[in-house]
């Protein structure tokens, strides 16, 4: 059943010259239809060099409204139109132009994890495989960073040569995890590594073996001549890893690492999709679009090599 629906995409994707990419987030049948699988920043760069007259973004609305940005020429489309990011919510316009008059001076730095109006406002967008590099390479020394706490906190530790200022903002879904779930993955698992997502807080990232983004994680995971690994962030890459290394053993940090938003997109809403019955076509005003590509060209300027 998976195999014949996988066939439907794939006979459908090349006869209507749709490109089809997955973040690692996405179940383990959808990233095999996609033309390419990765983190926010590997997505934004495939993103800018898809070939296709249309691009399916798997993942969620901003990773979608990113393409858009890149691309607005193509055809963008997100297969449900109910997948958002909650954290790119946390901060709206107003709020951000408050902050702004109260860190006068300050490079506004955004994780990628914000809506197209949000980033307008914005000096540079980052990730979370991106953030350091882009950070040192930044002259301004004063930075204003967005929406996400951990991961902004994480990146100031590294780079004390700046004057970094967070905000209240996080993910729900790494940030509720705590010191006392890592200590009881580790009892359970003690010669397991532990490897998580920096937008885990403070005190689960104090404890890891290794910080990173989520395809950071998996080449990791995949390199490390270790065995066992507890892994913090989507379970998602605890199936994908397992899949690709079943000699290896993985497990989740907890059973209740899911991001629902992310897990909405089935396998089958990307056909629906390609069929014209689901999904939604991202559209964006040409000012906003103008105006957010600045932050994003940015990140790619800075980010990349
Ligand atoms: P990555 O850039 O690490 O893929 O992160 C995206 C994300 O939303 C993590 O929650
Ligand atoms: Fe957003 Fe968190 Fe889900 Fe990533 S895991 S898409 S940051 S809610």
Known sequence: ???DIQERI???????????LAHCYQTHDILEVADFVGDSFGLAQQAAKAPNKTVMMCGVRFMAE????LCPEKKVLLPEAEAGCPMAEQLDRE????LKERYPGYAVVAYINTTAELKTLCD?????????????RMPEEKILFIPDKNLGGFIAKQCPEKDIVTVQGCCPTHARFTAKDVDRAKAAHPN???LVHPECSAEVVDKADFVGSTTEIMSYAKKSNKSE???GTENSIVQHLGIDCPEKRFYALSKDFICHNMQLTKLVSVLHCLEGVGGEEIVLDEQTRLAAKRSIDRMLELGNG
């Not at 794939?10 to 089809?20: F, G, P, S, Y």
């Not at 709020?95 to 408050?98: A, D, E």
């Open 192 to 194: 397991a590594l532990l």
């Open 229 to 231: 690994f507890i892994i």
């Open 1 to 3: 059943m998976i195999k």
């Open 124 to 136: 540079v967008c980052v990730t979370s495989s991106s953030a350091k590099k882009i950070i040192e």
């Open 95 to 98: 709020m951000l132009l408050q």
């Open 66 to 69: 990113t393409v858009k940005i």
């Open 10 to 20: 794939l006979k459908l994707k090349k006869e209507n010259d749709v490109c089809i």
